[in-house]
Nanobody
Framework: QVQLVESGGGSVQVGDSLRLSCAFS???????MGWFRQAPGKEREFVAV????????DYTDSVKARFTISRDNSKNTVGLQMNVLKPEDTAVYYC???????????????WGQGTQVTVSS
């Protein structure tokens, strides 16, 4: 059984940093891991993805240079370091696994339950 469990969300001020973590289990090798987010009243959107080996990453433009995705397969974890947070980063953040390296939400097979990030000005 595949499980993805996010942690690390919370309420912070503008300009602060926060690190999200996703612990995964039951996954076979080769899965890319992505982070998505859904703000109130908006559709869920792609944030970042890291390949199975960690050698390739991709980010949505709005978080480039501020967010860093990483993974440690020895610990079965994926992290999202978020710096210089803005109010528009407020959302529920989801960890997800895909057999391909992609931004496409429909390609992600497994999802976590989400963790709330709130950025206040």
């Amino acid at each position: 059984q595949v499980q993805l469990v996010e942690s690390g969300g919370g309420s912070v001020q503008v300009g602060d940093s926060l690190r999200l973590s996703c612990a995964f289990s039951g996954l076979l090798g080769g899965y890319s891991m992505g982070w998505f987010r859904q703000a109130p009243g908006k559709e869920r959107e792609f944030v970042a993805v890291v390949s199975w080996g960690g050698g390739a990453t991709d980010y949505t433009d709005s978080v480039k240079a501020r967010f860093t995705i990483s993974r440690d397969n020895s610990k079965n974890t994926v992290g999202l370091q978020m710096n210089v947070l803005k109010p528009e980063d407020t959302a529920v953040y989801y960890c997800a696994a895909s057999p391909t390296f992609t931004r496409t939400e429909a390609s992600y097979t497994y999802w976590g339950q989400g963790t709330q990030v709130t950025v206040s000005s």
